[in-house]
């Protein structure tokens, strides 16, 4: 039986003989074209040269993302470089039957809503991306449902703590949850259908956040400052929460204040120089924040699939100062 957990093709692993490798190059070179010259999760151009591959997965990937894959162990995804390192023919048979087409239909067969944005020549993957990744192949939040595709002789995990794996005997699948064991999947080891998810990355740094100052109090005008909070948006969390430090945060102190993001928005105020200012505008409350431009561009796009598109603020959004 293969490892539980193990995902994917079958790889062999003997050494690669100069003979074999010479063909499977010459194979390579005509296959990173079209969408196999595009990384399979950050979608930045590969070439040949510059190309990686999960063998397992039949996925081509850029060097950033290959880095992500290794980091989630080879029963996930097992990375090779496309130009630099020997390959088994049987690897190239893997990358041929999948490739970046069929490996998005399964992997994103419910398209995320959100892509974390990459950066050519980057040394590594982006924090966001790092977890998508993860969100993708670990946790499956987008790969189609139910019984994994028949060329997979491997386990695939299924409802209510069952699995299928591979009998190698006898070359069969069976299902089993740990105490009961069979041939047929059982009706209620079927995965429900789920519909698209709701997936963003989440985000956590620093925000100035202005205090005092409510519109039409002039006095209170005159104590209105800017605190720093370090705020926290979960993973596929609603709620933005600030806390006065980063060390209350890591503390699992309370947080010193929350807003519910399903049905706020967000505006631009002003953004000049290297600072943007901008409002958070919730239903029962709303926060004047400022942020470095580069800050500010990673909170717009965690908060995006909450809150919708950035705008500028409507004119009566100001306030004078
Ligand atoms: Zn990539």
């Known amino acids: 039986m293969a ?83 020997d390959w088994n023919s049987d690897w190239v048979d893997n990358m041929e039957r999948w ?87 059982p009706l209620h080891a079927q995965l429900p259908p789920s519909e698209s998810p709701l997936w963003w990355s989440g985000n956590e740094g620093w925000l100035e956040k202005k205090s005092g100052g409510h519109d039409g109090q002039s006095k209170m005008k ?16 609603t709620v933005l929460k600030y806390y006065k430090s980063d060390e209350a945060f890591r503390k699992r102190e309370e947080p010193a204040g929350m807003v519910e993001l399903r049905g706020a928005s967000v505006f631009v105020k002003e953004a000049k120089g290297d600072l943007v200012r901008f409002t958070l505008l919730a239903p029962d409350r709303q926060l004047k924040l400022r942020a470095p431009m580069a800050e500010y561009r990673m909170w717009a796009s965690a908060l995006r699939p909450l809150v919708g598109d950035v705008t500028d603020g409507p004119a009566a959004m100001s306030d004078d100062d």
């Open 3 to 85: 490892p539980v957990g193990e995902i994917g093709m079958p790889c062999s692993n003997h050494k690669t003989t100069p003979k074999e490798q010479q063909e499977s190059e010459r194979r390579l070179r005509t296959i990173v074209v079209g969408d196999n010259a595009v990384c399979a999760d950050c979608r930045l151009p590969i070439q040949f040269r510059n190309a990686w591959a999960s063998i397992n997965l039949g996925a081509y990937l850029c060097i950033q993302c290959s880095g992500v894959h290794r980091s989630l162990g080879v029963h996930l995804s097992k990375v090779r470089a496309v130009a630099a390192d």
């Open 99 to 185: 490739g970046n087409t069929r490996a998005t239909a399964f992997w994103e067969a419910k398209p995320p809503q959100q892509r974390p944005e990459a950066t050519q020549g980057a040394t590594s993957a982006s924090r966001p991306m790092v977890d998508f990744i993860r969100a993708k192949y670990a946790e499956r939040v987008f790969a189609a449902e139910g019984v994994e595709p028949g060329d997979w002789l491997l386990y695939a995990p299924l409802a209510n703590g069952w699995a299928r794996h591979f009998d190698e005997e006898s070359k069969s699948f069976y299902f089993s949850n740990g105490t009961e064991t069979t041939w047929e999947v």
């Open 222 to 237: 005159l104590m209105q400052k800017w605190d720093k909070r370090f705020f926290v948006l979960d993973k596929c969390g």
